[in-house]
T-cell receptor, first 119, second 112 residues
Framework: DTGVSQNPRHKITKRGQNVTFRCDPISEHNRLYWYRQTLGQGPEFLTYFQNEAQLEKSRLLSDRFSAERPKGSFSTLEIQRTEQGDSAMYLC?????????????????FGEGSRLTVL | GENVEQHPSTLSVQEGDSAVIKCTYSDSASNYFPWYKQELGKGPQLIIDIRSNVGEKKDQRIAVTLNKTAKHFSLHITETQPEDSAVYFCAASTQGGDKVIFGPGTSLSVIP
């Protein structure tokens, strides 16, 4: 297993365009997370899935953002009508859930991110 | 919701010295506290974590302490080495590992 894979690694787009990022998690992991990171800041939670179900979405996330995980494997994050403020690194992570018996550690395995620049 | 604060934002130490990073959290329901290290151009990577049923955990040169009453936890790195230079994030989560909330990060520089 090569870990969490994200594509594309870099995307430059003009304001108003739509962009889509893809994340392929570690195959055995049933949880998948999306985070956004701007320069000098920590990862900011956007949303997460358990299998194909989207369990939570950040209240900070505008309706221009949508994420899917249709078959419980890979996920896509789409940003519609991009704005300059959307410029950031979009990180995907996968994990097993943190179980009460601590059998799974809850460790997040991050990809290397997709960097978005909106001109 | 949960809010995690972290300080200092930057830290420089001489090689061989110790480094300490401190974090506070707001949600008393949080009971899982991981620490991540992020190197330039890479995603964060877990280095150590602690759960609320223990007060301290150690792994070689790295140790974490947790004070649930005060809602703060700390990362201690001893005998620092140049390869420890990176950005470190503390984080907090509730049982079940739902959303993990990260602090703003500490940029650690270890000077040879």
């Amino acid at each position: 297993d090569t870990g969490v894979s994200q594509n594309p690694r870099h995307k430059i787009t003009k304001r108003g365009q739509n962009v889509t990022f893809r994340c392929d998690p570690i195959s055995e992991h049933n949880r998948l997370y999306w985070y956004r990171q701007t320069l000098g800041q920590g990862p900011e939670f956007l949303t997460y899935f358990q299998n194909e179900a989207q369990l939570e979405k950040s209240r900070l996330l505008s309706d221009r953002f949508s994420a899917e995980r249709p078959k419980g494997s890979f996920s896509t994050l789409e940003i519609q009508r991009t704005e300059q403020g959307d410029s950031a690194m979009y990180l995907c992570a996968s994990s097993f859930p943190l179980a009460g018996n601590y059998a799974n550690t809850g460790e997040l395995f991050f990809g290397e991110g997709s960097r978005l620049t909106v001109l | 919701g949960e809010n995690v604060e972290q300080h200092p934002s930057t830290l420089s130490v001489q090689e061989g010295d110790s480094a300490v990073i401190k974090c506070t959290y707001s949600d008393s329901a949080s009971n899982y506290f991981p620490w991540y290290k992020q190197e330039l151009g890479k995603g964060p990577q877990l280095i150590i974590d602690i759960r609320s049923n223990v007060g301290e955990k150690k792994d070689q040169r790295i140790a974490v302490t947790l004070n649930k009453t005060a809602k703060h936890f700390s990362l201690h790195i001893t005998e620092t080495q140049p390869e420890d230079s990176a950005v470190y994030f503390c984080a907090a989560s509730t049982q079940g590992g739902d959303k993990v909330i990260f602090g703003p990060g500490t940029s650690l520089s270890v000077i040879p």
